[in-house]
């Protein structure tokens, strides 16, 4: 296994620590990405077990529901603002964590574009990359 995987926010409150190997790394271009990055897209590195990860500091956390109908958990800092990390009620194991929250944010390697017929035409991501109409199935 190489190195853990850390991050956090951008003002330090809510830090993490992986000692496990993401099994998924996505752009998604759904609207509740795009609107709580700001942006045209969200990118995710997602990890398959929440006993591999430690979390210091208190994240707030909001509770939206995906596309799917499950409830997704967005955890962000209370002081910055920053979001940090997700996780899925209907998969309870996996976390979820920004790409821009880790430490070396040059680690995060996009395997696909989920929910991509959303994105707009603005938000170009690399051409290379699979698109997907939606998530793929767990």
Same mark, same amino acid.
């Given at each position: 296994?190489?190195?853990? #995987? $850390? ?8 830090? #993490?620590?992986?000692?496990?190997? /993401? ?24 990890? /398959?077990?929440?006993a591999q990860v ?5 994240? $707030? ?11 997704? $958990?967005?955890g962000f800092c209370?002081?910055?603002g920053s979001p ?11 976390? $979820? ?17 989920? #929910?991509?017929?959303?994105? /707009? ?5 690399? =051409? ?7 998530? =793929?199935?767990?």
């Amino acid at each position: 296994m190489s190195d853990a #995987y $850390t991050g956090g926010c951008a003002c330090g409150a809510v830090r #993490y620590e992986i000692s496990a190997e /993401p099994i998924f790394m996505n752009h998604c271009q759904c609207r509740d990405c795009q609107q709580t990055s700001g942006t045209g897209h969200g990118s995710y590195l997602t990890f /398959p077990s929440r006993a591999q990860v430690k979390v210091a500091g208190r994240a $707030t956390h909001w509770d939206a529901v995906a596309d799917s109908g499950n409830v997704k $958990t967005r955890g962000f800092c209370p002081a910055c603002g920053s979001p940090v990390y997700l996780t899925f009620a209907a998969m309870p194991d996996l976390f $979820t964590v920004h790409a821009a929250s880790l430490d070396d944010p040059g680690r995060y390697t996009p395997q696909v574009v989920t #929910y991509g017929v959303r994105g /707009p035409a603005w938000d170009h991501v690399d =051409p290379a990359l699979p698109i997907l109409e939606k998530m =793929p199935p767990a």
